[in-house]
């Protein structure tokens, strides 16, 4: 319940520290040249260049701005009233659904529920503590020369798994001849009540690319954790608005006694 209260607080707090950006409508950095005025911004098109979307991908993919990678999150964000609900299907018949709403052009708001055994004949098995609130606020936009920042909170995590809580986000995006690769990293803790930085701080690395509407993403989760990192690694394809995905959880045996499992995600991407 405490740590209800604390994300209800943070994100209430964020909100109130977005809310003169978006009046402002305040840009951080250069603004986007180059490669991202090859398209307009009004074409209607996924690939439009907007403020939350990197300066690059616009030109290089019809592949979705990336909220995340697998389960790293990046900086990057969604527009005002943009909408995206994912639905992930996991081992033992669980589903982790998570649902994104744009309140500004740097800040959205979610919500993430965590039903296990909700596929099969086991009883359904929810706790207070497997629906959590979601937020994600831009401190600085994608240039050609600085990364994206962003600061949010998460959670819950499949089956029971260690929150995420609040996190710091960083991506940089590199264009290539055939595609681009964005690389993102960041810092979390699910401790935000008792926090000490030589038990609770994890670490992420993630890599992900896309070649028109297929898209790939390899990371490295929850790094600093005393049973070892978790490897993950997943292909997607965009049927614009819907995303299809396989994802494959724990390679190559980092942590000890945990198999390889695979998942199964539907994304929406629309308009409120």
């Known amino acids: 319940m405490i740590r209800v209260h604390l994300a209800l607080a943070w994100a209430l707090l964020a909100l109130g520290l977005c809310a003169p950006l978006s009046a402002a409508d305040l840009e ?5 040249s180059g490669l991202a005025e090859a398209r307009p911004a009004d074409s209607g098109s996924s690939g439009a260049v907007t403020a939350s979307r990197p300066v690059h ?3 290089s993919s019809d592949y979705p701005v990336r909220i995340d990678a697998g389960d790293v999150p990046t900086a990057y964000g969604l527009e005002k009233y943009d909408l995206r609900v994912d639905l992930r299907f996991y081992d033992g018949g669980g589903i982790l659904t998570k649902a994104y709403l744009g309140i500004f052009q ?3 708001l979610g919500g993430a529920a965590d039903l296990r055994a909700a596929i099969g004949s086991g009883a359904l098995s929810m706790t207070r503590d497997d629906a959590q609130l979601l937020a994600r606020l831009l401190l600085l936009l994608e ?3 600085i990364p994206a920042v962003a600061i949010g909170y998460d959670g819950p995590a499949y089956e ?10 960083v991506s940089k995006e590199f264009p290539t001849s055939l595609a681009y690769v964005q690389v993102h990293g ?3 803790t699910g401790q935000v009540d008792q926090f000490n930085v030589e038990h609770d701080l994890r670490g992420s690395l993630a890599i992900t690319t ?3 509407n297929v898209g790939l993403f390899s990371e490295l989760d929850e790094i600093m954790e005393p049973v070892g990192p978790r490897w993950n690694c997943g292909a997607e394809v965009n049927f614009d608005p819907i995303v299809v995905a396989v994802e494959i959880r724990d390679l190559g045996a980092i942590r000890p006694d945990t198999p390889v499992s695979r998942l199964l995600r539907l994304s929406y991407n629309g308009r409120f």
């Open 143 to 145: 240039d050609d020369d």
């Open 106 to 108: 740097r800040f959205f």
């Open 28 to 32: 951080i950095g250069a603004p986007a």
């Open 210 to 212: 896309a070649i028109h």
């Open 57 to 59: 991908m616009a030109v």
């Open 160 to 169: 029971h798994g260690p929150a995420r809580g609040l996190y710091l986000a």
């Open 186 to 188: 960041g810092l979390n």
